[in-house]
């Protein structure tokens, strides 16, 4: 099992940068392809970034990309999402998840395929 804990969340003008990161504890860390989802009120948990196992594979969500940036630091058990030019429309809790996988490229961007969840870290942007 794998225990997941975000961070780095809070107020940002629109325009600015905030970097979230999500560290893991519980198992080897390397064996877990990773993501990120957000969800704001009202609105389904969507998908943000994903990344592979060794972190040389990522994916984005269209209205990410370019200016989201997923990493991972697979010896400090961190995965981050940097975060620049954010919109209000970026507002929502960002969620850290887990995929246990057997194949090292694999990159997931469903919710349904995570395992484990964070408890989310709030980020609002303001106009």
């Known amino acids: 099992q794998v225990q997941l804990v975000e961070s780095g969340g809070g107020l940002v003008q629109a325009g600015g940068s905030l970097r979230l990161s999500c560290t893991a504890s519980g198992r080897t860390f390397s064996m877990y392809a990773m993501g990120w989802f957000r969800q704001a009120p009202g609105k389904e948990r969507e998908f943000v970034a994903a990344?592979?196992?060794?972190?040389?594979?990522?994916s984005y969500a269209d209205s990410v990309k370019g200016r989201f940036t997923i990493s991972r630091d697979n010896a400090k058990n961190t995965v981050s999402l940097q975060m620049s030019s954010l919109d209000p429309e970026d507002t929502a809790v960002y969620y850290c998840a887990a995929k246990g996988s057997t194949v090292w490229k694999s990159v997931f961007s469903t919710r349904y395929d995570y395992d484990y969840w964070g408890q989310g870290t709030q980020v609002t942007v303001s106009s």
């Open positions: 990344i592979n196992r060794g972190g040389g594979t990522t």
